[in-house]
């Protein structure tokens, strides 16, 4: 495994392990897969923030893919990337902007505090827990 340092320091030094676990709460409760949409997504490859998530967790969630940059309106790279990826069932957006449509999902965080567990809780209940879409199946 090489590691894709870039600017590595740069994204991990603002990071707070509270804000890491409650987005890795969503994950491990949905088994969420990961789209991009943050800017700091530019100039920067999915293996970079994998490696990000890895060496400062020593795992890394399932990350997929970006947003296509071509808007100022993230709702739009949102919609542009659904539309283009029909067979997403369920999604979340977690950001401290609003450039957001309402049927993006948004649960919106503060930008001094970051992802709470609160915000994760209210991810999962728009995502849906594993177990309960085990049960749905059955």
Known sequence: WELDRGNFDEITVGWDRRNVDAFMHIV?????????????????TVKFFKD???TYLNRTPDIINFTDEFSRFRGDEINQYLKHHNYIDSWVCLDDDSDFYPENNLVQTDIEVGLTMDNAEKAIKILGAKEWKKSMQQ
Do not use: P
Request: net charge positive; hydrophobic share 40%; charged share 25%.
């Open 28 to 44: 491990d409760a949905t088994n969420a897969k990961v789209v991009i949409s943050s800017t700091w997504r530019v100039g920067r």
């Open 52 to 54: 990000c998530f890895r």
